[in-house]
């Protein structure tokens, strides 16, 4: 296939490992609430939430270079499925993140105690974490999920609402840059205006999860350290919560072109305004 270039499967990796961090973000609450330290929790929840944001800003320019070198004759037909495969690397990168998911919750555990023996000095606390010693100690805390892990989990425990919700902000999140990008194809006018509509997306999508989807986790994890709570349900909303993310990076295969549509339209309601 000649649109699966060595660039293309630079970028899908890196987005592979993007949400993979991501996806495994959601396994530090686990671990906070069960050494009983979410402050600390937060702090590591926080470096990992940063990093991935960096990186997912640093494999733009790879990602519009693409469009660059796409083509003159087709040039939206490949560039889609280039894409898709962008998209896909997604998905493949969150299912990754929930099988690694049991093994980060033990290597986090032991992560905050860390970070709090370093009395919070993330250098001290990354000096530690990529010795040689700490690596081969890491290696044994691996395990596969079970299904005991959905031992008492019940369909009607699951907020669909909430569920939806971080569904959609996945997608909107996945497609944001990428719907940007083949905007500026469909509206080659106001290509600028459209490729800078990305960061705008990603900034909703990163608003509408810190208001709707981080408190609701953080008040089950604090009624957990404070008793008021089980660990259980904290649990099993954290895999509720990744399961909805990985749907979500498949509704993105789905709202990608509508998406890119969409901000071609406001790309050009903006020209008329101004």
């Not at 973000?25 to 979410?38: E, H, P, Q």
């Not at 270079?65 to 796409?70: E, H, K, Q, R, V």
């Not at 040689?132 to 959905?150: E, G, N, Q």
């Amino acid at each position: 296939m000649e649109y699966l270039t060595g660039v293309l499967l630079c970028i899908a990796f890196f987005i592979f490992i993007i949400h993979t961090t991501e996806t495994l973000a959601y396994a530090v609450r686990l671990s906070g609430a069960r050494v009983r330290m979410i402050a600390s929790a937060l702090s590591l929840f926080n470096i990992l939430v940063i990093v991935s944001r960096l990186a997912n800003m640093m494999q733009q320019p790879f990602t519009g270079s693409l469009i660059d070198n796409a083509p003159k004759q087709n040039t939206l037909e490949f560039v889609e499925a280039q894409f898709r495969i962008l998209i896909g690397a997604s998905t493949l990168g969150t299912l990754f993140g929930i099988i690694l998911l049991p093994t980060f919750i033990a290597i986090f555990s032991r992560a905050i105690i860390h970070l709090s023996e370093e009395k919070g000095s993330v250098p001290s606390f990354m000096k530690k974490i990529f010795s040689l010693r700490y690596i081969k100690r890491s290696i044994t805390y691996f395990s596969l999920p079970k299904f005991s892990y959905l031992k008492d989990t019940r369909v009607k425990d699951i907020p669909i609402k909430l569920f939806c919700v971080n569904m959609i902000i996945t997608s909107i999140y996945t497609i944001g840059v990428l719907s940007a990008l083949y905007a500026a194809l469909l509206v080659p006018e106001r290509a600028a205006t459209a490729t800078m509509a990305s960061g705008l997306i990603n900034g909703i999508a990163t608003i509408l999860l810190v208001i709707f989807i981080d408190p609701k986790l953080s008040v089950i994890a604090d009624d957990v350290v404070n008793g008021r709570g089980s660990y259980n349900k904290l649990k099993n909303m954290s895999l509720m919560m990744v399961t909805s993310r990985l749907l979500g990076t498949l509704l993105a295969q789905l709202m990608f072109v509508w998406g890119a549509k969409y901000v071609a339209w406001f790309t050009k309601i903006i020209g008329l305004l101004f």
